[in-house]
């Protein structure tokens, strides 16, 4: 067994043990999805402060939340269309909190081009959520893209520990932008087909209509 296999193995029996206690505790998903939002949102105002590594220690206590709301509600049996729905958007406050607390760090300390970098990642974060959401109205599925929000939380805890965040930053807006540009023509490829199969199904449909009018008595065939 691998070092990291086993690290894997010791962290994934830590998670059940504490989704096990959180589910007899009776508390509701939906309030460890809120508690999650509180603790991300103390992590923006150590970012703004600058304190990073107290902050990146805060996010990984954040992601704990983040990674047993779900496991709690299906242990529990209380899985909703609105817990997910819940989840998502208190998600997106998190990502946004964060990336402010980075925004009032940069503007106190005179870093104006940093602002700008941030704003860009909060975009690009913003981005890669609403063109799944948009796209996967029109079609099934849209999970193309490395740079989803896991990927960016573990940028951001590693940004935050190592003192690291201007590249991590770099990071996160070039391949944030890369992946919302994958989605969109990942997209357009999908409903491109779609649209030409239906075509294919409404001329297959009006030639097979036509030959049925043809069988009809009284009407000539040549």
């Known amino acids: 067994m691998t070092y990291t296999r086993a ?3 010791g962290a994934n029996s830590i998670i ?3 989704v096990r206690a959180l589910a007899l505790s009776r508390i509701s998903p939906n309030a460890l999805t809120f508690i999650g939002l509180l603790i991300n949102i103390y992590g923006a105002v150590l ?3 600058g304190r990073f590594f107290a902050a990146g220690l805060v996010i990984i206590g954040a992601g704990i939340f983040d990674m ?3 496991r709690v509600a299906r242990e529990t ?3 909703t269309r609105f817990g997910g729905f819940f989840d998502s958007v208190l998600d997106r406050y998190s990502d946004l909190a964060l990336l402010m607390g ?3 760090y940069y503007a106190n300390i005179g870093r104006n081009f940093y602002v700008v970098l941030t704003a860009v990642v909060m975009t690009a974060s913003v981005m890669i959520s609403y063109t799944r959401s948009r796209s996967e109205n029109t ?3 849209c999970k193309v893209g490395f740079l989803e929000r896991p990927e960016r939380i573990v940028l951001l805890i590693i940004g935050a520990l190592f003192d690291r965040m201007a590249p991590v930053l770099w990071v996160i807006a070039v391949l944030g932008n890369i992946t919302v540009i994958h989605r969109m023509m990942y997209t357009y490829e999908q ?3 779609l649209e030409e199969a239906q075509l294919r199904a409404g001329g297959e449909s009006a030639l097979k209509n036509d030959v049925r009018e043809g069988e009809r008595p009284g009407v000539s065939q040549r």
């Open 139 to 141: 079609i099934p599925q």
């Open 102 to 104: 980075l925004l009032v």
């Open 7 to 9: 690290i894997g193995i």
């Open 16 to 18: 059940r043990l504490i």
């Open 191 to 193: 409903t491109t087909a």
């Open 77 to 79: 049996n209380r899985v």
């Open 47 to 49: 970012l703004a402060q």
């Open 68 to 70: 047993v709301d779900g």
